[in-house]
């Protein structure tokens, strides 16, 4: 996709031939109203309708050797047929306002997708770079993975990237729709096209120049737009029919005149038929629409693979949440520590971090980051699913959850921490448990107010997790979602969103590889970019590339409303024809009447069409403090 400017109208040569077509029909209405001759006026009119077909022709003519029947085709043969029956100023009358419709029409699509062009221009135009030990100003097109990129204060990054010194923050606004700023240090990813705060960083790049996640949304929102939805299906299996059904109607009426024994007359009312029935209007009314209203949520961040996609979220009615790294932070935190009489919580600490140490369980970095500096743990052996055990200052020492241990004495404040929402890890030392460690996955802070949004809205919200009732329907309760269902695997995940999608259009909200199955059945499957695995983004319709869960009703709002402008559209479209035939087949409306309703309606259904790039409700996203893991920058969607 180019990501030239849109020049001003009065620069574009698309509008050139039109407006020379409209400027020559004007000047031969001036001539009529002031008296002068006949051959000058038809001279005049004749250039006119020549500048406005030279808009269309070519192409009609193109599509006709390959075998298509357009609108342009409809317009030719009228303008003809009027030329033939010696109404010339008629003809021009067709050709200017067909024509500058057409150019109108494209530039109506062309501003939709400038938009999303725009987005290009928040990648810089050059780097700076660090090669062996000089910094070098390269072209940003010219990076690849690998590259030491130095960034100082106030410059956009070029592509994205993990931070390898220097500590600043980052604005993702125009990225991922996020606005607060988000504190970066060491080891901290970024994305290409945000800006850097107050200070420099060294960030070493993750990908080129040229494929990267601002790229990438790009390539994905332009393939969105090819794929038709249901609506924009709708519209073609009407329009495209309907040219050979005018044409075929009109040669009818033509016939009709020559039996009745008058042809000039119905040959001139079959022109006007062949006019006032072609489908411009339902042409145009689904694609200007789509690529505004997806244009326009790729500005905050949401990606939308395809049109069809975009219709069905303006329909969803259910939204299943995932709960780890979606609905949570994917933070786990040691909120609370319960020890037996004689064992101080910095032992369990110590015990539990000596084996955790050795292992890579999401829990592990909880328990050390609680204890950074654990002794050292022999003969460490892990048993997946259940715990790990080990020989720490010569004892024998075991952790797990409790379907593995028991927490003999203190079972009582082990189901006390399980319904406060907290992963219950047992501490075992010589067979004798020492305490208990309570992890909770906090729930986003915004978490709360997206599903009472979608509640708002009239969306039924649920939670579908692998994780133990008693955490789920705590953190169910927190966020506000009654209907919790756990201790699911991805199978019956995705076997509750087929059973959830036989009775509503449902949308599935996930960011792992384990929703991978239940995003791929739902009607809409939307992936959490910001933390979400590449095959999570694969299987899903729609990415986010921001954390922020409010942009999720603020989506669905959006295509509800993409939608009702899509029906509005086909529905004037298509009453536009009702209307006009039986008035051009009696003879109510000449040739240049019907031509002007018709262009008039194309225009207002265009302008229709590009409300839809205003994002409705308005965003507002309140600033509030962000968990340190909620401060990480979204992922790329490569």
């Known amino acids: 996709m180019s990501d030239e400017a849109l020049v001003p109208w009065w620069r574009d040569r698309a509008l050139a031939l039109p407006a020379l077509s409209g400027a020559l029909l004007f000047s031969s209405l001036v001539g009529l109203a002031a008296g002068i001759s006949q051959w000058p006026i038809t001279i005049i009119q004749s250039l006119s309708l020549l500048a406005g077909a030279a808009a269309f022709f070519p192409g009609a003519v193109r599509r006709l050797a390959r075998g298509s029947l357009g609108v342009g085709l409809l317009m030719t043969i009228a303008a003809i047929g009027a030329v033939l029956l010696g109404h010339i100023g008629e003809a021009a009358?067709?050709?200017?306002?067909?024509?500058?419709?057409?150019?109108?029409?494209?530039?109506?699509?062309?501003?939709?997708?400038?938009?999303?062009?725009?987005?290009?221009?928040?990648?810089?135009?050059?780097?700076?770079?660090?090669?062996?030990?000089?910094?070098?100003?390269?072209?940003a097109a010219d990076l690849v993975a690998g590259d030491v990129l130095v960034v100082r204060a106030g410059e956009r990054i070029a592509t994205d990237g993990v931070v390898l010194s220097g500590s600043s923050s980052v604005d993702n606004s125009a990225v991922t729709g996020e606005s607060i700023p988000v504190a970066i240090a060491a080891d901290d990813e970024v994305?290409?096209?945000?800006?850097?705060?107050?200070?420099?960083?060294?960030i070493r790049a993750t990908a080129a120049g040229t494929d990267n996640s601002l790229t990438t949304i790009v390539r994905l929102v332009e393939e969105a737009t090819a794929h038709k939805g249901e609506r924009a299906r709708l519209a073609d299996r009407i329009?495209?029919?309907?040219?050979?059904?005018?044409?075929?109607?009109?040669?009818?009426?033509?016939?009709?005149?020559?039996?009745?024994?008058?042809?000039?007359?119905?040959?001139?009312?079959?022109?006007?038929?062949?006019?006032?029935?072609?489908?411009?209007?339902?042409?145009?009314?689904?694609?200007?629409?789509?690529?505004?209203?997806?244009?326009?949520?790729?500005k905050l961040g949401i990606v939308v693979k395809s049109g069809a996609a975009f219709e069905r979220m303006g329909s969803i009615r259910t939204v299943a949440f995932d709960k780890t790294g979606t609905l949570t932070g994917?933070?786990?935190?040691?909120?609370?520590?319960?020890?037996t009489p004689g064992v101080s919580s910095t032992e369990v600490l110590r015990v539990a971090a000596a084996l955790e140490a050795h292992s890579t369980h999401p829990l592990a970095s909880a328990v050390l980051a609680r204890h950074p500096h654990p002794p050292e743990a022999r003969?460490?052996?892990?048993?997946?699913?259940?715990?790990?055990?080990?020989?720490?200052?010569?004892?024998?020492?075991?952790?797990?959850?409790?379907?593995?241990?028991?927490?003999?004495?203190?079972?009582?404040?082990?189901?006390?921490?399980?319904?406060?929402?907290?992963?219950?890890?047992?501490?075992?030392r010589d067979a004798r448990v020492i305490g208990l460690l309570g992890i909770r996955d906090e729930l986003r802070p915004n978490a709360a107010e997206a599903v009472a949004?979608?509640?708002?809205?009239?969306?039924?919200?649920?939670?579908?997790?692998?994780?133990?009732?008693?955490?789920?329907?705590?953190?169910?309760?927190?966020?506000?979602?009654?209907?919790?269902?756990?201790?699911?695997?991805?199978?019956?995940?995705?076997?509750?969103?087929?059973?959830?999608?036989?009775?509503?259009r449902t949308a599935m909200i996930g960011d792992g590889i384990n929703d991978a199955p239940a995003l791929a059945a739902a009607d809409v499957g939307i992936a959490l970019g910001a933390t979400g695995s590449a095959v999570a983004v694969e299987s899903a319709d729609v990415a986010f590339t921001g954390t922020d869960l409010r942009l999720i009703p603020v989506a669905i709002l959006h295509a509800r409303r993409g939608r009702r402008i899509m029906t509005a559209n086909i529905a004037l479209s298509l009453a536009i024809i009702v209307v006009l035939f039986p008035l051009a087949l009696t003879g109510v409306l000449g040739l240049a009447g019907v031509v002007l309703v018709h262009e008039i309606a194309e225009l207002i259904v265009i302008l229709n069409?590009?409300?839809?790039?205003?994002?409705?409700?308005?965003?507002?996203?309140?600033?509030?403090?962000?968990?340190?893991?909620?401060?990480q920058n979204a992922r790329s969607l490569r």
Do not use: Y
């Open 93 to 139: 009358a067709l050709a200017f306002l067909f024509s500058i419709a057409e150019a109108l029409e494209d530039r109506a699509m062309d501003r939709a997708r400038h938009g999303l062009r725009a987005l290009l221009s928040l990648i810089p135009a050059t780097a700076l770079i660090e090669r062996e030990g000089n910094l070098t100003q390269i072209t």
């Open 191 to 202: 994305l290409a096209g945000s800006i850097n705060g107050s200070g420099a960083v060294r």
């Open 239 to 298: 329009a495209r029919p309907l040219v050979p059904v005018v044409l075929v109607a009109a040669a009818a009426i033509v016939g009709w005149g020559f039996l009745v024994g008058d042809p000039e007359l119905w040959t001139e009312r079959a022109l006007v038929v062949l006019v006032a029935a072609s489908p411009c209007a339902l042409a145009i009314a689904v694609p200007v629409t789509v690529i505004s209203a997806i244009g326009a949520a790729s």
């Open 330 to 339: 994917n933070a786990p935190t040691v909120i609370a520590v319960k020890t």
């Open 379 to 428: 003969e460490v052996t892990e048993d997946a699913g259940r715990g790990i055990s080990g020989t720490v200052d010569g004892a024998h020492v075991r952790i797990g959850n409790t379907r593995w241990l028991d927490a003999a004495d203190l079972t009582p404040t082990a189901q006390t921490l399980a319904n406060d929402g907290m992963t219950v890890v047992v501490v075992e």
């Open 453 to 504: 949004s979608l509640q708002a809205a009239g969306i039924r919200t649920l939670m579908l997790t692998g994780d133990n009732a008693s955490t789920a329907a705590a953190l169910g309760r927190e966020a506000g979602i009654d209907d919790v269902r756990a201790e699911l695997l991805p199978i019956h995940k995705s076997e509750a969103i087929q059973t959830l999608c036989e009775h509503s």
């Open 609 to 631: 069409g590009l409300r839809a790039a205003q994002l409705s409700p308005t965003l507002d996203l309140p600033r509030q403090k962000s968990t340190d893991r909620q401060r």
